[in-house]
């Protein structure tokens, strides 16, 4: 298979919880930092990071040969202007993609190699590859270099979901753990994931 580039949707503007979420302290990191290390971990080593100028600015160097960075000046307009922004950035090169959300820190490297690996192995006609869970889409999805084309012309927050259900005979959808399917927007959901890593380590 031919490499893949992830993109990380990171440019939200965090109204709900009040603060940047994914600046946000967790475990010895923050929480777009764990997102990161995820995605490194599953064997995935290009990264495009579609997020401010102030997340720009906090990423630890050790990350500078892996991510590549491209700020979104306007978060207002949806998760779409930051999927079209990533888009963008790659499309000159028409490589296979992921997309992941920034505020999933629950995600596991096995759960992006799992999906990685279907992708991978997706059977012919098949250009996508998504997890699913009672009739709702989770991340990371993975896609052909066709589906380049089509994303750009998505607009919004639901505007991707749009494009997979109008193409949906060449989506594989595949079962994935509850991971795939948790962001966090408030400070309760923080306060909920600190929990849960923090007894996860207690009990290693």
Known sequence: MRE????I???GKSERM?????????????VISTVIDSVLSAGISRIVLITSGQIVASIHKKYISHVDFVVNAFPELGQSRSMQLGLEYISAQ???FGVLLGDMPMLSSNDIKSILDAFSKKPSGKTAVVPE???????????????????CSVEGDVGGRKAIRNHLDEVQLVKARKGCFIDMDTPEDY???????ADKKEGE
Request: hydrophobic share 45%; with cysteine.
């Open 9 to 11: 949707l990171a440019a």
């Open 133 to 151: 869970s009672d009739n709702c889409f989770g991340h990371p999805c993975f896609f052909a270099p066709v589906w380049i084309r089509r994303f």
């Open 94 to 96: 028409n490589v296979p």
């Open 18 to 30: 009040g603060k940047n979420k994914l600046l946000l302290p967790l475990g010895e990191g923050t």
């Open 191 to 197: 306060e909920t994931i600190r929990k849960i890593r």
């Open 4 to 7: 893949i580039v992830m993109l």
